[in-house]
């Protein structure tokens, strides 16, 4: 791709932004150093300072959240549950479950990376409503308040689900939380409709649909989700406070209402948003492997098409998780055929993957280990879906260790996993620096050692019948207690190192921001648009419109990147 | 995916069940559904197991073979799909999972429908405790499901409060229980022994507390456990199990409850509604249990139900002994 | 789509362009387009609603069909013809605004928000109405304003248990002699379908949790040693026919938001009305006189739902 007026393209090797000579010439600052103090990020509408601002917040809600599984795996290291007593264990896994899920892992890829990237690699100046975006990201703050505001107020027991009547009985502050998150799925609404609005109209001229970069198909078919499926919790979320404050009879068996409606209702909206979670993570993947194998990606089509694939039957298989609810058996036989469904356009994604690496020149760098990472992760996390989709098997497995590994290696394995490879893959091109290749690479193989180490014991918990949110295991027969604890043992020695290899990328990208090399404009040699801008953009990204003359995929034109990091 | 299955069995030295053979992988199969079932958990295991090492074989020999070296050119092959290997990558992964579908649904069939002439009992799950009745033969309230070996058990399952589930790993059966509304499953034990029943549905405190054990005996034994009430009824359990906690403290605070605290009463002097006094004793108790209206406590409202019926002499006899020891 | 089209004026002409836009046609379709996602996700969260009202009617239809007798057809039909009279000065106004008549327009827009508050006071009304005989949502439904006169003035409470939910509690003064019959007579009179009766002196249980939640419901309670105890004191348990406190948590559910929305909607006209009379449209620009027109055709829309759903249930 080249830049309208310009003839030369990014040179890997250069270590400063290139144009033509009379744009250098005249560079405008950098929309990092375009303006100054707090009030101008907070009232940015610049879509790369609020993805900026983004970034920075989910980072942080990750770290409570990663704070709050360490203390419940100490917790777990014993089968009586001598650290925590059972209802501060309860509160504790509920808020990781749901600062993870709302404020951490719904935004992560789409509402920071997204919102930096979108507007880049269509060649726009920006999102087609600034002001929206700034907005999103207030109600997202405010979300997040209210949703912190329930831990000072005592926090709430009920699992990041809210099943009824539990939630509707229980003493604590169910409601700030509920609140929260219903106030956080506007953020997700906006964010949706304000990224489908900007793929459809701003799209650089020669931008067709078939070279759009993938992880703008993701995160377009993510989009869909987000304004199509969040409505559904908004509402259940005020039924749930009705019921609460009211009892008005809907949900709550007490009064008259089907608990399960409610979990009918909750799941609607919460199976596609573990797409939500997992088609950005899927884009990024589709752009790393390319990129750095040097590859045009294999099966374009399939993979875009299958993300939109993703997206439809996602509205279809939300039963899955009531196989055991008391639902009927005919609504058991669909909801598991449904689900087989959705594994197939997933496997497309993973084969075409692996073929894109065929015959390759694949750079080992810190973003590329994480993409191989997930790989493996994803690859693990999406086969031991199917003894959950599979209705006999998953009634033994259901609510058991066995959901809680397959979930993570999902959602960790697959998409925190993406998402830290995408942080790596465009950390040079959002901050202007480059971190250290060395301290990357060893900070990936931690959390490949680490993030195994946790989570792979508790698919042997699990099919050994260890159930989910269990404060203690102390009334395991006694035949098994041993395996048990030994199974939970290594989980929270994993995440022990997990936690250091957190620690160890804080360090080194913070080291990057204030003392990194500066950053060529394409370090890894991407075809896309958002590498033909200087590292860090300007505020308009782009010194003249860009024009489109090629796939996103296409390295015919450059001479092959010899990045400083190429191993 | 670490450890092949046949390999290695779970350590099982000492414990309940002598029988206790479960693999890595597995518990110990004590039911026709594990047996059933487990076999197409195994089928799933070993598929998933070549296409892991499918995925991540080639995925490492890819990036040993195609690794970019130190000052060597970049030699690449734009291969940008293949029609006819996408083709198969997508049907043949779904003829499989057809295949797991029909399969696992047929087993989904089986294991929805009690057999007929199955031993029918009852489930009451409630914060955080089992029950199980007996209505065949009469017993109310067992805090052990007692059954026999070699023959379906039908439970029919209600919930008091919240929602729990129903679970025994050994058998792989689950199933929700909810409040308003019953649900069934059912087993059939193959192997005698006990073993663990959990509540896998997140209720609150006492989630990870609310266990109980199935034991599976001989027809002959279960005959007789039958036979006398279900064994040796435990004053304890039954407190709570037939909610007279819900009225009565068990210390010596009322603790706002309607019905008087318990503790330190027996043997003591009570001043009735009516200004008798009489002394706490066996047969007292026991009337207030059976006809609790006939001499009511002094500033008391008269609102306790009967339990005539719902309680058998040795149920009742037990509670009297655990009255007598609360303190 | 990926070629800017439309017209190509220069940027002085245009202030309300945008600068990350390449032209007026740009930024047009992209409001529109978002402006039509923005109704989709309303679509489903109002179905959402819908599909918990179609679960309720499902589980209990004769709820459905004995409490909507409470609400009134001739409000429901008059609030129906003023939101669709609106419907029309909105469309009115977007016409207008295309052919840039700027008094007609700030004059429909004015008329469309007085037709949104008329609709807000007919509103009012009933529900000031329903506050009055006590159908309320959920535990707030104890229907004490259908008690005639002399039962209204000895009413000291009116309460629900969790634990028995169908049922209400009436405690009267106990110097006043209060019966059966003349509670009967009183729901009878106002359609309140009532399955049993009991006094409930005797028979009141009332656990510490059931008081607890009694108390957050309505306000302080006597200690219910006291209140048991008053052997003569006149208390009954009323339990009324079906889920009435089921419908009416879904009546003012459903017609809060919907309510909510109006008030938006209020707020919108008002606005686009303030921009139209400071100059801001012209045949070229009315992108939001027309999202606005949007809104408030689904906002009339989901009423045109909720009137039938609701006021003509059979």
Sequence with gaps: MTTAGSTTSASGAAPAPVGPPSAAAAAPPSYLAAQRGILSWLFTLDHKRIGVMYLVSVLTFFFIGGLLAVVLRLELMTAKGDLLSADVYNKLFTLHGAIMIFVFIIPSIPASLGNILLPLMIGAKDVAFPRLNLLSYWIYLVGSIFLLYSILAGAMDTGWTFYTPYSTQTGTAVISATLGVFILGFSSILTGLNFIVTIHKLRAPGLTWMRLPLFLWATYATAIIQVLATPVLAITLLLLVAERVLGIGIFDPAMGGDPVLYQHFFWFYSHPAVYIMILPAFGIISEIISVHSRKPIFGYRAIAFSSLAIALLSFLVWGHHMFVSGQSELAGMLFSFLTFTVAVPTAIKVFSWVATLYKGSIQLTTAMLYALVFLFTFTIGGLTGLFLGSLTTDIHLHDTYFVVAHFHYVMMGGTVVAFLGGLHHWWPKFTGRMFSERWGRLGAALVFIGFNGTFFPQFILGAQGMPRRYHSYNLVAPDQLPLFELLHRLSSLGSHVLTIAFLIMAGYLLHSLFLGQRAPANPWGGATLEWQTASPPPTQNFVDDPVCSHGPYDFSDDPPATSAAAG | MMTIYPLLTATSSAGTSPAGKGTIWLPEQASTAAERGDVLFYFIYYLSAFFFLLVVGLTVAFVLKYRRRRGQPVTVTPIEGSRRLEIAWSVVPAAILVGIFFWSFSDYITLSVPPAGALEVRVLAQKWSWSFDYPKHGIVGATELVVPQGRPVKLTMSAAEVIHSFYVPAFRIKKDVLPNRYTVTWFEATKLGSYDIFCTEYCGSGHSQMHALVKVVSTADFEQWAQTGGGPPDGKKLFVAKACATCHSVTTDRMGLPGPPLAGRFGQTETLSDGATLTIDDNYVRESIVAPMAKVVKGYTPVMPTFAGLLTDPQINALIDYIKTLK | ?314
């Design chain 3, 1 to 314: 789509m990926s070629k800017p089209t439309g017209d190509q004026a220069p940027l002085l002409q245009q202030p309300f362009l945008q600068h990350h836009f390449h032209s007026a046609a740009q930024q047009e379709a992209s409001a529109k387009l978002g402006m039509w996602l923005f109704l989709a996700q309303e679509l489903v969260f109002f179905g959402g609603i819908f599909l918990a009202y179609g679960a309720v009617r499902y589980f209990y239809p004769e709820t459905m069909l004995s409490a909507h007798e409470h609400l009134s057809v001739p409000m429901g039909a008059l609030n129906t013809a003023v939101l669709i009279t609106s419907s029309l000065t909105m469309a009115l106004a977007v016409h207008a605004a295309q052919r840039g008549a700027l008094r007609a327009l700030r004059r429909n827009l004015l008329l469309t928000v007085a037709l949104a508050g008329a609709f807000l006071v007919v509103k009012y009304v009933e529900y000031a109405h329903k506050f009055h005989d006590g159908l309320l949502a959920g535990n707030y439904l104890t229907a004490h304003g259908m008690l005639d006169d002399d039962q209204g003035a000895r009413l000291q409470q009116a309460f629900r248990l969790r634990a028995s939910p169908e049922q209400v509690h009436f405690r009267f003064d106990a110097r006043y002699p209060v019966t059966r019959e003349a509670l009967l007579r009183a729901f009878g009179a106002h359609k309140m379908p009532v399955r049993a009766i009991t006094r409930a002196d005797a028979a009141l249980t009332v656990s510490e949790p059931q008081l607890a939640h009694a108390r957050a419901f309505n306000g302080a309670l006597d200690d219910p040693a006291v209140w048991g105890s008053q052997a003569g004191s006149n208390t009954f348990a009323v339990t009324f026919a079906g889920k009435p406190h089921i419908f009416f948590g879904l009546y003012f559910a459903m017609t809060a938001l919907h309510g909510l929305h109006v008030l938006i909607g209020m707020l919108l006209l008002g606005w686009v009305w303030r921009r139209a009379g400071r100059g801001d449209f012209s045949r070229a620009y009315f992108t939001p006189v027309e999202n606005v027109g949007l809104y408030w055709h689904l906002v009339d829309l989901i009423w045109i739902f909720l009137f039938p759903l609701l006021y003509l249930v059979r």
